[in-house]
C-alpha cells in the first residue's frame, strides 16, 4: 500500500493590465500616476475627463479585467483543480503589480507565474510588467515565470478571424482591414524590440486565413499615441483614414484593434467615436472588430499557455 501522496504546491498567477479609474475622482491620480508622479496640467486633465464623459463616465475596463481574471481563474481549475489562484496587478491603479507580489508571497506562495494581458510583446510593455513582478518578487527569493507573448495564439486568432469575416460582410466590397496595437515611441526601432513584428504576425495570420492580400485588402496601422515631444511609431490611423478617404478604390474601413483585449478609451473613444468620425468626413463606412474581453475559448488558451509556464 502507497503511502500518502505530497500536497500540490500552489502557483499563484499574476495577471496583469494597465489599470484605468472607476470614478471620476480617480482620473486625476490615475493620470498622475501615467505621468510618473507629474500631475497634468487642468487642460490636459479637462480633456481626458471629458474623453471618460463620451463613453459614458468611467471605462468598462475595470470590470472586464476583473472578468477575464475569473474566466481564467476557470480555466485553469479545469485543467488541474485548486492548483492555481489568479489575481490581479495593474500598471496604473491599485493594486498595483508590486502589491500583488507582496501580497501573494506574504500568504506564502512561492511560486509565480506572470501573464499581461496583452498579445504582443515589446520590453516597453510586457516586458516592464513582467520586470516590475520580477523585481518585486526578487528580494523574497522567489522567481517569476512569465508568459511573454501570444500574438499568433489559436483561439485568438480564430476569434479575430471570425469577427473579421461577418464584418466584412456587411461592408463594401472594397474595404481596407487596419489592423492596429497601441503605438510606442520611435527609440524602440533602434534597440531591435519585436513589438512591430508581434502586431505583424498577427494580422498576417488573420489575414491569411481570409486570403486578404497586404496593401490592397489590408494593411497596419497605429493608434493612440502619447502626447510626449518624441516621435512614436506611425503611421497613425487618423492619418491613414485621412489617405484612404482621397483613394478612389476604397470605399470603408474595418479597424482591428488586435493589440488590444478589452473595451477601453483607446477603443471606445479613439475608434468608436474619433476613428468614425474621421472615416465620416472622408466619405468612408467604417467599423471595427469585437474586442475579446472574457471570451472562454481566448481565456481557456491563455491559460493553458500559463499552464505550460508553470510546468
Do not use: C
Not at 472586464?64 to 490581479?88: F, G, H, M, N, W
Not at 515589446?122 to 516592464?128: F, L
Not at 483607446?266 to 472622408?282: C, G, N, Q, T
Request: proline residues 6%; negative net charge; without cysteine.
Amino acid at each position: 500500500m502507497s503511502g500518502p501522496t505530497e500536497p500540490t504546491e500552489r502557483i499563484a498567477v499574476i495577471l496583469m493590465a494597465y489599470g484605468t479609474p472607476r470614478s471620476r475622482d480617480e482620473i486625476l491620480p490615475y493620470y498622475t500616476d501615467i505621468r510618473r508622479g507629474r500631475p497634468p496640467t487642468d487642460e490636459a486633465l479637462a480633456d481626458l475627463t471629458a474623453r471618460y464623459e463620451a463613453i459614458g463616465g468611467v471605462s468598462p475596463l475595470a470590470e472586464l479585467t476583473e472578468a477575464q481574471r475569473d474566466a481564467v481563474q476557470a480555466a485553469l481549475d479545469a485543467i488541474e483543480p485548486d492548483r492555481y489562484e489568479v489575481v490581479l496587478g495593474l500598471k496604473h491603479a491599485d493594486p498595483k503589480v508590486e502589491a500583488t507580489v507582496e501580497a501573494v508571497i506574504e500568504r506564502g506562495f512561492t511560486r509565480i507565474v506572470g501573464a499581461v494581458l496583452a498579445p504582443h510583446y515589446s520590453a516597453y510593455s510586457i516586458g516592464q510588467y513582467l520586470g516590475r513582478a520580477r523585481e518585486a518578487a526578487g528580494p523574497h527569493g522567489v522567481d517569476v515565470a512569465g508568459v511573454e507573448s501570444w500574438a499568433t495564439e489559436g483561439a485568438f486568432v480564430d476569434f479575430i478571424t471570425a469577427d473579421l469575416r461577418a464584418r466584412l460582410g456587411d461592408m463594401p466590397e472594397r474595404t481596407r482591414v487596419l489592423f492596429t496595437a497601441h503605438s510606442l515611441p520611435e527609440r524602440i526601432l533602434t534597440t531591435g524590440d519585436p513589438y512591430i513584428d508581434e502586431l505583424r504576425s498577427t494580422a498576417e495570420a488573420v489575414a491569411a486565413r481570409l486570403e486578404l492580400q497586404e496593401g490592397s485588402d489590408w494593411q497596419i496601422a497605429w493608434q493612440s499615441a502619447g502626447r510626449t515631444p518624441e516621435p512614436w511609431i506611425g503611421p497613425d490611423i487618423l492619418e491613414v483614414i485621412d489617405e484612404l478617404g482621397t483613394n478612389e478604390d476604397v470605399d470603408g474601413v474595418v479597424v482591428s484593434s488586435v493589440g488590444f483585449v478589452a473595451d477601453h478609451l483607446e477603443v471606445l473613444y479613439d475608434l468608436d467615436i474619433e476613428a468614425k468620425a474621421r472615416a465620416d468626413a472622408a466619405g468612408l463606412e467604417f467599423d471595427r472588430t469585437a474586442s475579446v474581453n472574457d471570451t472562454p475559448a481566448v481565456m481557456a488558451a491563455l491559460a493553458h499557455r500559463i499552464h505550460l509556464a508553470a510546468s
